[in-house]
């Protein structure tokens, strides 16, 4: 409840400042602004971190799309331009221009902090940063960094290429952990402002390490990267503190039924602060495909991924349109499995941005390729990936392993013969609903999980989209900059090459 009132108050002194701007013509620095402290800094940039992953349209919204976890109810023209991949300027620019106008923006305020007091804010917007710039890698490849964000001094930043970026976010990473465990006795610790971690620099330092696996992971298929990923993996060994040990989520206090303070997720696809189910909910349903999978490897999730109609669970192929069949009715939402409980739980649950299970099979693909050589084995892992997935759903830890040592190939490690196709699968089932882009990326880097459909009605002959288009609003305002557009259908994030 503290972080919402900080959230409320920090909104409205950035409001100020923003509408006095250029009329009372002050030496202040718009990128340090030393009317608003720390503690209220940090919930804002949260509150935007978890925003821009689970709204509508937000991107973990694009990974259930393009990854064939959500279709569309009868009676909707929802998800129109993702059923015909129409990758344009303006398809999912908010991934770009929401992260740096308002996301970043945030958490450099906290970067540019000078006081020593403030060492450990100033680490965590480091990790805060470097946890967005990944995104941003993996989503559009090249992107504006070295002159993002200091955009009174560089209105037109440059762009910097993908993979350099990628290394000094574990340069970033590295310093940050470095910054926490070498704080001076004066730092100040977070707290209550903190909707992370409330001040947990431990949790903090774990978090960056778990990050730093999932850069290393997204290069694993890549030529010459063995010892870089080896040595960086070293060197979290060396450094001790480990990796988180549940999901990541952030909560400044969300509240049921208050207009702004509901879980951003809830709030645009479960109910709204009037407790009425929201069209995006009766417009999002499962997919036949998501469906016929789960259900052909006996797996209960199923009942939590998505809720169960009284006729029992049904999907929709995406694209799918009224004149393609006689009995659209059918596909009404009653009618169909919409988002499950074990997604939308309440409205003031946890945003999640980084699951458990995620970071298990993260580990478990590295074990298996031998980049790591010690501790759990990949079988181990594999399945602690699983039994944190069952967790987060609400189911528990036998239910998981009545699953997993069923002799079914993609399911049980011993029966599946491809392994890593089995762990990018599993990963698959675990981050639906949550952190979707994360099986996009996987599935751009590695073609797994294999047989998934694109959307009927879609003519061409490429597979689904690997890249966003930069935003329409940087060729206006950075155009010298911006780099040619890469095609969205072949041209593959670096890591993918």
Same mark, same amino acid.
């Given at each position: ?61 694009l ?17 129109t331009?993702?059923f ?42 480091? =990790?805060?940063?470097s #946890? ?38 574990i ?8 910054? =926490? ?34 850069i ?15 040595? %960086? ?39 709204? %602060? ?13 997919t ?23 006729t ?16 659209a ?5 009653d ?11 309440s ?5 999640? =941005? ?8 993260n ?73 979707? %882009? ?50 969205? #259908?072949?041209?593959?994030? #670096?890591?993918?090459?």
């Amino acid at each position: 409840m503290k972080s919402i009132i900080k959230f409320a108050i920090v909104l409205m002194v950035t409001g100020l400042l923003a509408s006095c701007e250029g009329y009372l013509d002050v030496n202040v620095d718009p990128n340090n602004p030393t009317a608003v402290t720390p503690d209220l800094v940090l919930p804002v940039g949260q509150y935007y971190t978890a925003a821009y992953h689970s709204t509508d349209r937000g991107l973990s919204h694009l990974g259930n799309m393009m990854m064939v976890n959500w279709s569309q109810s009868d009676g909707f023209s929802w998800y129109t331009d993702e059923f015909k991949y129409n990758v344009t300027s303006s398809f999912y620019s908010g991934v770009f221009n929401n992260t740096f106008a308002n996301t970043l923006k945030q958490y450099q305020i906290l970067y540019n902090l000078e006081d020593e007091k403030y060492v450990n804010y100033k680490a965590i917007a480091m =990790i805060m940063k470097s #946890f967005h710039y990944q995104l941003l890698v993996d989503c559009y490849g090249d992107v504006p960094y070295t002159e993002a964000l200091g955009r009174s001094k560089e209105a037109t930043p440059a762009y910097d290429d993908a993979q350099a970026i990628y290394e000094d976010l574990i340069v970033q990473i590295n310093a940050a952990i470095d910054l =926490i465990k070498n704080a001076p006795a004066l730092a100040e610790v977070p707290g209550s402002d903190d909707a992370m971690f409330g001040g947990n620099m431990t949790n903090w330092i774990r978090f960056a390490n778990t990050l730093k696996v999932r850069i290393l992971t997204r290069q694993s298929d890549m030529s010459g990267r063995d010892s870089y990923i080896t040595s %960086e993996l070293a060197a979290i060994a060396s450094e001790g503190s480990g990796y988180i040990t549940t999901d990541v989520g952030i909560n400044p206090g969300y509240i049921p039924l208050n207009t702004g303070k509901q879980n951003p997720m809830w709030n645009s696809l479960g109910k709204d %602060e009037g407790g009425t189910v929201t069209m995006s909910n009766n417009a999002t349903c499962a997919t036949d495909h998501i469906l016929d999978f789960l259900s052909s490897t006996n797996d209960p999730r199923i009942d939590r991924l998505y809720e169960k109609p009284a006729t029992g669970h049904l999907g929709v192929p995406q694209g799918l349109l009224d004149y393609d069949t006689p009995v659209a009715d059918q596909y009404m939402p009653d009618k169909v499995s919409n988002i499950g409980p074990g997604i939308l739980k309440s409205a003031d649950m946890d945003a999640i =941005i980084f699951t458990l299970a995620e970071h298990y099979f993260n580990l478990s693909e590295l074990r298996q390729k031998t980049f790591i050589t010690t501790g759990p084995s990949a079988q181990d892992l594999y399945e602690s990936g699983i039994t944190a997935s069952f967790l987060y759903l609400g189911l528990d830890e036998e239910d998981a392993e009545d699953y997993y040592t069923q002799s079914k190939s993609l399911v049980g490690w011993s029966p599946s013969s491809n392994k890593l196709e089995a762990i990018i699968t599993q990963k698959w089932i675990a981050v639906n609903g949550i952190t979707a %882009e994360q099986s996009w990326f996987d599935y751009s880097r590695t073609g797994y999980p294999s047989g998934v459909p694109i959307p009927l009605n879609y003519n061409a002959t490429t597979d689904r989209p690997v890249r966003l288009f930069y935003p329409a609003g940087e060729y206006s305002s950075n155009g010298a900059n911006v780099p040619t557009q890469p095609n969205a #259908f072949t041209a593959k994030i #670096f890591w993918a090459n």
